[in-house]
């Protein structure tokens, strides 16, 4: 099992900056790739990025490119998303999960959420 933790969520005004962490403990070696995701209040959750443990690549949904940066702390076991340029639309309660098999689109794990609120 993988254990999934995120914090750095709050209120910030359009425009402005947060920076949410998302760190793992448990079978961390069994993680492929770790991904954001946000759930707007009545709506789907959604797909935000991905970022892969080992090469680091990532993809972003194109909503936030040029806005948005997942990085990774191997050491730390603990992922980021760095968050500019805010919009109010961005308010969602946003959620880091754990795929463990590469490529399979389907993640395992997933941490309890934390909740970014973007005034205009």
């Known amino acids: 099992q993988v254990q999934l933790v995120e914090s750095g969520g709050g209120l910030v005004q359009a425009g402005g900056s947060l920076r949410l962490s998302c760190a793992a403990s448990?079978?961390?070696?069994?993680?492929?790739?770790m991904g954001w995701f946000r759930q707007a209040p009545g709506k789907e959750r959604k797909f935000v990025a991905a970022?892969?443990?080992?090469?680091?690549?990532?993809v972003y949904t194109d909503s936030v490119k040029g806005r948005f940066t997942i990085s990774r702390d191997n050491a730390k076991n603990t992922v980021y998303l760095q968050m500019n340029s805010l919009k109010p639309e961005d308010t969602a309660v946003y959620y880091c999960?754990?795929?463990?098999?590469?490529?399979?689109?389907?993640?395992?794990?997933w941490g309890q959420g934390t909740q970014v609120t973007v005034s205009s």
């Open positions: 999960a754990s795929q463990t098999t590469a490529g399979s689109g389907q993640y395992d794990y």
């Open positions: 970022i892969t443990w080992r090469g680091g690549s990532t």
């Open positions: 448990g079978r961390t070696f069994s993680s492929v790739t």
